[in-house]
Structure formats: C-alpha cells, structure tokens
T-cell receptor
Framework: DQQVKQNSPSLSVQEGRISILNCDYT??????FLWYKKYPAEGPTFLIS?????DKNEDGRFTVFLNKSAKHLSLHIVPSQPGDSAVYFC??????????FGKGTKLSVKP | KAGVTQTPRYLIKTRGQQVTLSCSPI?????VSWYQQTPGQGLQFLFE???????NKGNFPGRFSGRQFSNSRSEMNVSTLELGDSALYLC?????????????FGSGTRLTVV
C-alpha cells in the first residue's frame, strides 16, 4: 500500500500564478517531509523540507504547508516561472531513515 | 565540487543476465543510498550503505545486492535480470546516514532489459 500519495499526475499553471502541489500520507509516525524537483535526464534535487513539529516552512518562492491532522502537505510556488516546469516528488522519512517517495506530479508552467 | 557520478548512464541487457552499476559519491560523503525509479511505482528505496556496511534495506528480492568500498564508492548488482527490472537507478550520497536535505542524487543509470 502506498504510504505517500500524489494524486495529481500533472498540473498546468500560467506563468506568474500560484502552483499548488499536493501530497497525502498514511503513516502518522513520519517525522520529516521533503520536496524534490526532477528535470528529465537528471537526478532529483532537494527543494524544501518541513519537520512534523512545524506547519509551515518558507524558502523564497517556495512554501510547504503541513496539516498533520489531515495527513496532508502541499507545496506552493509563487510566482510560478517556466523554469519551474519539472516533476515534483513529495517524500517522507521512513522508520529506517530512508525516504519514501510519492509517484510525482509533473508541473508545466506556461509563458 | 564534483557531484554524484553514476556509470554507465545507459545500459541494455538481456533477460537472465546480471548487471553491475557504479556510484561515486561526493567527496567526503560516507553514506550512499540506491533508489529505483519506474513509471508505475515512482522512486523506491533499495538500500543504504555507510562505512562499507549495509544499514538499511528496502523491499526488493535478493537478486538486488550492493556493496560499498573503503573510498565510499558503491556498486549495485542485479542478477538474473527480469523485464520488470527496467528502470532508472538512482544513487544518492550524504555526509551522514539517514540524512534529510543532505541527500544529493546522481543523474542515474537507465537500465533496459530486453
């Protein structure tokens, strides 16, 4: 059973608007969550993270929100830029310390 | 500084064969993790090595194995290849085990099994 779910395989947004990528998880014991961005033919690169003791973390145009009661987190990108077009992976730290990834959401930002 | 280097970038193998993939971590990084990426399953954890010892292992059959050398370089081996092993294999390195934002991924090795 998938422990980290990204239910939207793709998202299309206009340049300058907000992009909201969503992620749900099933295990309430997860203590750390991360977002990675991946371009074709490259490995994932770390974007932003959040500890389970927080509900928001911000880094420039990127903000991650965590709702523990709903087991839901989201990544907001404001304003969206064409260079943000990539596949975004949500991940949670598992009990063994490994990362458990969602299947990714492909974001397309149109000029 | 040089990033995580994975070789080869592309590989085509026949079903039943075995394959070895290589990963050179960032200089000074002692932890190396391996992940498999497929369209259907996304990124799945294979194993993590630290100081030449396997510390964590994901839910993959015994055909998947790995090792780490004293210089932290790591190899991953898959024996008796199956068509379903076709995937992008990613290596990630970090200074310490179970690192969070310290993971740096390589560009991966694209394995195709025919």
């Amino acid at each position: 059973d998938q422990q980290v779910k990204q239910n939207s395989p793709s998202l299309s947004v206009q340049e300058g608007r907000i992009s909201i990528l969503n992620c749900d998880y099933t295990n309430s014991m997860f203590d750390y969550f991360l977002w990675y961005k991946k371009y074709p033919a490259e490995g994932p690169t770390f974007l932003i993270s959040i500890s389970s003791i927080k509900d928001k973390n911000e880094d420039g145009r990127f903000t991650v929100f965590l709702n523990k009661s709903a087991k839901h987190l989201s990544l907001h990108i404001v304003p969206s830029q064409p260079g943000d077009s990539a596949v975004y992976f949500c991940a949670a730290r598992g009990s063994q310390g490994n990362l458990i990834f969602g299947k990714g959401t492909k974001l397309s930002v149109k000029p | 500084k040089a990033g995580v280097t994975q070789t080869p970038r592309y590989l085509i193998k026949t079903r039943g064969q075995q394959v070895t993939l290589s990963c050179s971590p960032i200089s000074g990084h002692r932890s190396v993790s391996w992940y498999q990426q497929t369209p259907g399953q996304g990124l799945q954890f294979l194993f993590e090595y630290f100081s030449e010892t396997q510390r964590n292992k994901g839910n993959f059959p015994g055909r998947f194995s790995g090792r780490q050398f004293s210089n932290s370089r790591s190899e991953m081996n898959v024996s008796t290849l199956e068509l379903g092993d076709s995937a992008l294999y990613l290596c990630a390195s970090s200074l310490i085990m179970t690192a969070l934002y310290g993971y740096t991924f390589g560009s991966g090795t694209r394995l195709t099994v025919v």
